[in-house]
């Protein structure tokens, strides 16, 4: 299938020289949601500006809806629509116009029932006649995301949709970006909290510099770059590793009172449960009594981290 955005080669330098993008090459595929994920000054919101229209590419190409956006600028961009980072609105309008005007913008009938619609979804339609400025920054936040799907875009960008935003109201917005999807919208969305990408999305991308470090499936990359570790307490401590378990990735720590696995994940490798079930039987015919054993598997955070720290990382394109 062909993909609803496709971006090729995608260059920006800023005017006094920095380049905060560096040759991406990016798909996204119909009714997907894909999370960017990238530290502070990654070219995530670089990139969404470049996709809409916000930041001047230096080269490259931008393909939307198979065709190119640098040709067919106006047309395309009526059908994306886009959740600033920034909470820059009309802080002095009142919510309701704010969101009709921004539907008006891209040149579509009034359809008040389907703004009702949207501003009840975010538990803003009592507040609808309040003057933005007034409002809480969740609210505000809630505000842009109303304006962004007033036009019913197809190709929807929520660049740090949760940003300062409580946990409960949080988790409403998944419920609306998940109700989105259902109705076949994409979903392009950054954020800080990996929780975000760990609950919503199919595929993630990893940014870092200006260059995509990785791209994949969220439940490969989890299962590819995944970890276990597996504390176990031992009966006795030992002063050394016993023979019988020098084929596990096991290291002996608190002064031998515990067992240390760390294993899993990598191509092809056993899943590390798997693996710390056959090292248990193994203390069991060695002799080795245990207490307890504290199972945790990595999260998209700790494969995240563990991206970004590792330096060889940097250039590897997936
Ligand atoms: N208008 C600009 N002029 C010059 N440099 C800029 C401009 N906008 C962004 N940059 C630089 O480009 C780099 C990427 O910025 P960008 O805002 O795309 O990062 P980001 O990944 O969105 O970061 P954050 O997570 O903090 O939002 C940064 O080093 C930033 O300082
Ligand atoms: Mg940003």
């Not at 003057?131 to 809630?142: E, N």
């Not at 245990?290 to 199972?295: L, M, P």
Request: hydrophobic share 40%; glycine share 10%.
């Amino acid at each position: 299938m062909q993909p609803i955005l496709e971006i090729r080669g995608l260059t920006k330098t800023y005017k006094g020289g920095f380049t905060a993008l560096r040759g991406v090459d990016l798909s996204i595929n119909k009714g997907e949601i894909f999370a960017l994920l990238g530290p502070n000054g990654a070219g995530k919101t670089t990139l969404i500006g470049a996709v809409c229209g916000l930041v001047r590419p230096t080269s490259g190409t931008i393909h939307a809806f198979g065709e190119d956006m640098g040709k067919h600028w106006r047309r395309l961009r009526a059908r994306v629509g886009l959740v600033p980072q920034e909470l820059a609105t009309d802080m002095f309008e009142p919510v309701l116009r704010s969101v009709n005007h921004s539907r008006g913008l891209f040149g579509l009938a009034p359809n008040p029932a389907l703004i009702e619609e949207i501003l009840r979804a975010l538990s803003l339609w009592e507040k609808r006649d309040a003057q933005i400025r007034t409002l809480s920054g969740g609210m505000k936040r809630r505000v842009l995301i109303a304006k962004a799907l007033a036009h019913e875009p197809e190709l929807l960008f929520l660049d740090e949709p949760t940003a300062g935003v409580d946990v409960e109201l949080r988790r409403d917005m998944w419920k609306q970006i998940a109700l989105l999807r259902e109705r076949g919208t994409t979903v392009i969305l950054t954020t800080h909290y990996i929780e975000e990408a760990e609950e919503m999305a199919d595929r993630v991308g990893v940014i870092r510099g200006g260059e995509i470090l990785m791209v994949d499936e969220k439940a490969a990359m989890m299962e590819r770059l995944g970890r276990t570790e597996a504390l176990i307490t031992l009966a006795s401590p030992l002063t050394e590793l016993p023979e019988a378990l020098s084929a596990y990735p096991v290291s002996l720590i608190e002064d031998g009172r515990v067992l240390c696995y760390r294993g899993g994940g990598g191509e092809g490798s056993s899943s590390g449960t798997a693996e710390v079930a056959e090292l248990t039987k193994a203390l069991t015919r060695a002799g080795i009594d245990y207490t307890a054993i504290d199972i945790h598997e990595s999260s998209l955070e700790d494969i995240f981290v563990n991206l970004l720290e590792g330096p060889e990382m940097q250039g590897a394109v997936a």
